[in-house]
């Protein structure tokens, strides 16, 4: 059962604009949130985080957004660089369950020159 | 600073063979050890997690077992590969002054023959 989806697989974006990375999570007890950014044959990168008494948490050009209410988050890229080609992952957990995350299956962001 | 390894970076294995894949950190103490595995077109999979020696959680049942001999030391093992133990594993650690950020080792890829 996954509790936390990225339904596109994939996104192409061209250089310059936004790229807009979403993920949605099944479980309400989540209160903690964060994405991971990965290159092939590396392991993942932490980002940017945000707890559940944010809506919104900022970190140079990316952004991170939570709507509790939707179960639903996204990372917005601004603007996008041809360097942020990677596969992007959400995560989340639960307060006090040991620092369980749980993934996503990735979204593929393409930067076009 | 904190540094993870993980070793082999590649592994060919037939089936039926033993495995053993091990990771390390260093620059904490008593961290928080995680195993995941990405296999092929789906997400980060947490296999175990341990929160001090000798203690080991699983979060899915498989032909995987993993131990923690020492604080900063995680061992994946297997006593008969089967070919869907393919994929990409990774280690992780959590904990210090950021208990809520899990990072992960450089991975190792394992193929199963």
């Known amino acids: 059962d996954q509790q936390v989806k990225q339904n596109s697989p994939s996104l192409s974006v061209q250089e310059g604009r936004i790229s807009i990375l979403n993920c949605d999570y099944t479980?309400?007890?989540?209160?903690?949130f964060l994405w991971y950014k990965k290159y092939p044959a590396e392991g993942p990168t932490f980002l940017i985080s945000i707890s559940s008494i944010k809506d919104k948490n900022e970190d140079g050009r990316f952004t991170v957004f939570l709507n509790k209410s939707a179960k639903h988050l996204s990372l917005h890229i601004v603007p996008s660089q041809p360097g942020d080609s990677a596969v992007y992952f959400c995560a989340a957990s639960e307060e006090n369950t040991g620092n369980q995350f749980y993934f996503g299956t990735g979204t593929s962001l393409t930067v076009i020159p | 600073s904190q540094t993870i390894h993980q070793w082999p970076a590649t592994l060919v294995q037939p089936v039926g063979s033993p495995l053993s894949l091990e990771c390390t950190v260093e620059?904490?103490?008593?961290?928080?050890l995680y195993w995941y595995r990405q296999a092929a077109g789906r997400g980060l999979q947490l296999l175990f997690y341990?929160?001090?020696?000798?203690?080991i959680s699983s979060e899915v049942p498989q032909n995987l077992s993993a131990s923690r001999p020492q604080d900063r030391q995680f061992i994946l093992s297997s006593k008969k590969l089967l070919l869907s133990d393919s994929g990409f594993y990774l280690c992780?650690?959590?904990?210090?002054?950021?208990?809520?950020?899990?990072?992960f080792g450089p991975g190792t890829r394992l193929l199963v023959l």
């Open positions: 620059g904490t103490s008593n961290p928080n």
């Open positions: 341990s929160v001090g020696i000798g203690q």
């Open positions: 479980n309400s007890m989540f209160d903690y």
């Open positions: 992780a650690w959590s904990g210090g002054t950021n208990q809520e950020t899990q990072y």
